[in-house]
């Protein structure tokens, strides 16, 4: 794998001063793209929400379902 380098070398790139800095009214050079940007990671397939997780939220769910239910009973009679 080779390694190329993204930034300008000072001494070829023109519009440039000797130290490095652009002159008043001069454009500096666009940042090119880096090829090699890093490793590649493995794609990871996720199968969703596990059983038990997703049992005690509907059973949550359920439980202050009924409350309100028995709740509004109450106050109806």
Known sequence: MSHVNPDPEPERTTGLE???GVPPGETPPAESSM???GPREPHVQRRG???APLTLILLLVV???AFFLVYALVLIL
């Open 49 to 51: 929400w596990a059983k």
């Open 35 to 37: 090829p090699e940007a």
């Open 63 to 65: 439980v202050i379902a």
């Open 18 to 20: 000797p130290g490095g």
